[in-house]
């Protein structure tokens, strides 16, 4: 969940009050590994990744950010988990750019990768309007979410450009709340969030001012099968996981031989598995060599991806993964001035496309994140023990990937080119 607070600043002279905006981007990700009982429903057809569109150009300038990001939040929080969704912080940055102008909006458009010369404004705006539709196609085995909200304070003259373009692009909606009663506003947007991401994220907004102008919140909700699940009675529940040179914790270890597609980076020291869910999404396990991590995370880029995503074999392999319960929180109006977007942030900020009258300023960007990956499902159970007990490890060649050390966990969507998900577990008990 992405949530921004602008603030709306009336000058006079050397004097300014203002109201705060708010960006939130809420997400939410339980992945569980269940038998699929049904084919699929039909998906947008993938990209063409030999001729140049908006969409392709969003999807690569939103995968290069979402690793830009990632390092940023390494650099704060060293040694920690790190999760969040690359794709929903930069949805709500192009949402905020549309009531953007003058150097703010080339900040915003910058620190995404944009460059507004080579790339015009109405060809990232259709590709993310293209990305937002993809992502709302129903699946019977993919539920996926991804939304937006506007909650506007109901004094505020509002430019009728704006709302346009935030209900047609990005498909969003728009409510009218009484910032002055803060205990109300806070507990009407919490209560939004908690329904649209199903219960996951509650009490996202801890405290709200008076003098907040509007929230604008991005949510997504992500829960996938396994195509190929895991089988709980194969899951070790006192594994031991490095977390230092010196330290281990036990956690719960789940473990299947599969067909699966695999490979080894020389060039960055690392082991990749790929094991797809139902549908077009692939989550990609990356384990580094030990001591590389800095020189894998140093590396990340679409390049990278592409590269990953186009050498990969499918052989067979016995694989080890810790299940995972993470939350993460993030209050981002820290790290995106230090990506470039910095005058959104202060008195320089030029929000005079979302209001003719006073001024607005970011003044806070919270995300928060939580992620559940397990092995659930009765279904499971039956079919995949079946197969282990045919496919017996003395009868086929296999490698071995045990991921019992720190390693990266990246969900990305194949139909529209695009990083949903990505973070770096260090602790599986962190919760």
Request: proline letters at 6%; aromatic letters at 10%; hydrophobic letters at 40%.
């Amino acid at each position: 969940m992405v949530l921004f607070s602008l603030a709306d600043l009336h000058h006079s002279k050397m004097a300014s009050s203002f109201y705060r905006v708010f960006l939130v981007v809420s997400l939410c990700v339980p992945i569980y590994g269940v038998s699929p009982t049904c084919p699929p429903s039909r998906r947008p057809p993938p990209l063409s990744s030999t001729k140049s569109t908006p969409v392709t150009q969003v999807s690569s300038s939103n995968t290069d950010f979402a690793f830009r990001l990632y390092r940023r939040l390494a650099l704060k929080t060293p040694s920690q988990n790190i999760f969040f969704s690359p794709v929903s912080v930069s949805t709500s940055l192009a949402m905020l750019s549309l009531g953007a102008r003058s150097a703010t909006k080339t900040q915003i458009f910058q620190s995404m990768g944009f460059n507004l010369t080579h790339t015009p404004e109405s060809a990232i705006h259709q590709g993310f309007q293209h990305l937002v539709r993809s992502l709302s196609v129903p699946s019977k085995h993919l539920d996926l979410k991804m939304g937006s909200a506007l909650f506007i304070k109901k004094e505020l003259p509002l430019q009728r450009n704006f709302l346009d373009n935030v209900k047609k692009l990005y498909d969003s909606r728009v409510f009218s709340i009484d910032f002055s009663n803060t205990p109300t506003a806070r507990q009407r947007i919490n209560s939004y969030v908690e329904k649209e991401t199903k219960g996951k994220i509650v009490n996202l907004i801890q405290d709200l001012e008076p003098l907040t102008a509007m929230v604008l919140v991005n949510h997504v909700f992500f829960k996938a099968k396994w195509e190929k699940p895991f089988n709980p009675l194969y899951t070790s529940k006192y594994y031991p996981f490095l977390v230092d040179k010196r330290t281990t914790v036990k956690v719960p270890m789940m473990h299947q031989m599969e067909q699966f597609a695999f490979g080894v980076d020389s060039k960055l020291n690392c082991s990749v598995l790929q094991m797809n869910y139902s549908g077009d999404t692939v989550a990609f396990f990356v384990l580094p060599d030990q001591g590389k991590m800095r020189q894998l995370e140093q590396a990340l880029s679409s390049r990278t991806l592409k590269k990953w995503s186009h050498s990969l074999k499918k052989r067979w392999i016995e694989v080890f993964i810790p299940k995972i319960s993470i939350s993460t929180s993030y209050d981002l109006e820290t790290i995106l001035p230090k990506m470039g977007i910095q005058d959104a942030f202060d008195q320089n900020a030029d929000f005079s496309g979302i209001t003719k009258k006073g001024f607005l300023q970011v003044s806070k960007v919270a995300h928060k994140a939580v992620l559940t990956v397990s092995e659930e499902g009765t279904e499971a159970a039956a079919a995949t023990a079946t197969k282990l007990t045919i496919r017996s490890k003395d009868v086929f060649p296999h490698s071995t990937i045990c991921f019992n050390r720190s390693f990266l966990m990246l969900i990305f969507n194949k139909a529209t080119e695009t990083v949903f998900f990505l973070g770096k577990v260090e602790n599986p008990t962190k919760f």
